[in-house]
């Protein structure tokens, strides 16, 4: 697969569910655009909390769209325009589902099976799917403060401190105040506000 800046992974055949999904992003006002890829985020970590129930772990959305479980990371989504049609967004997604804590990547990374849990790959894709489909319709309908609410309210990263590595190579050190209303991340040094729109996220503490 591939991931934000050309990364690519890779996953042993089995261990992962990776899918692909089509946005019609011409039912969404330009201005609510920049909540695709959150809404994603927070329908995967709604859906992996599903299988969870009863396990224990605890699964949280880390800004804009990993989702963590036990602070490791176990899903990450990229969404992204089609080149030549700003109106059309695919979203990818790759879980880890069945992968030994021997495969997993980094040490940073997670699975079900690395946490001793059982994943239903149908019922976590068909929950994904239907989750992001009601909050993409309440993006449609121009209902994005409620979207807002419910996003900052699941979104771990708020709140925490953190360390953004930036696209220009710096690096930030605050704490996540908040998100802003096109979705994006605003970060608090002292009384100083940056609102970052993207970076890779490390929560501090």
Do not use: Y
Request: aromatic share 2%; net charge negative; hydrophobic share 45%.
């Amino acid at each position: 697969g591939r991931g934000r800046l050309d990364r690519t992974w890779t996953a042993p055949a089995g261990t992962a569910l990776a899918v692909s999904i089509v946005v019609d992003a011409a039912m969404i006002p330009p201005a609510q655009r920049g909540w695709i890829p959150l809404a994603a985020g927070a329908a995967m970590t709604r859906a992996v909390r599903h299988q969870l129930t009863g396990h224990g772990a605890t699964a949280e959305l880390k800004w804009p769209n990993d989702v963590l479980v036990d602070g490791g990371k176990i899903c990450g989504i990229l969404a992204e325009v089609v080149p030549g049609d700003v109106d059309t967004v695919v979203v990818g997604a790759g879980v880890n589902t069945r992968m030994s804590r021997a495969d997993l990547p980094v040490t940073t990374a997670t699975s079900f099976a690395a946490i001793g849990a059982e994943c239903d790959d149908d019922r976590l894709l068909a929950d994904f799917v239907e989750d992001f489909g009601k909050t993409l319709a309440r993006l449609a309908h121009d209902d994005g403060e409620r979207v807002h609410h419910e996003i900052e309210k699941l979104c771990a990263t708020v709140g925490r401190d953190v360390s953004v590595s930036l696209p220009d190579g710096s690096t930030l050190q605050g704490t996540a105040a908040r998100l802003d209303a096109d979705g994006r991340l605003v970060v608090g040094v002292g009384t100083i506000e940056t609102v970052v729109s993207a970076g890779d996220v490390v929560h501090v503490r």
